[in-house]
């Protein structure tokens, strides 16, 4: 299992790519959290975009 740290700055990484395409967009709403889901942490990167109609997430395992 991968650090903690390397698995957020991937996340933020691939977050960052899709953001950069709607930040002069009036619609844009993005976040990145962490959640307990199934009894295991995760990173979760989302961002949506209703002006594009456009949304994307991706969550990573965190370590236990
Ligand atoms: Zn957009």
Redesign the pocket.
């Known amino acids: 299992m991968r650090h903690r740290a390397c698995i957020l700055t991937d996340l933020v990484d691939s977050f960052e790519g899709y953001f950069a ?2 930040r ?2 009036a ?2 709403a993005a976040a990145i959290v962490e959640a307990e889901q199934r009894g295991a942490a995760w990173a979760v990167a989302w961002m949506e ?1 209703a ?2 109609g ?1 949304r994307w997430e991706r969550h990573l395992k965190l370590p236990a």
């Open positions: 395409e709607h002069g967009c619609a844009l975009c002006g594009c456009v």
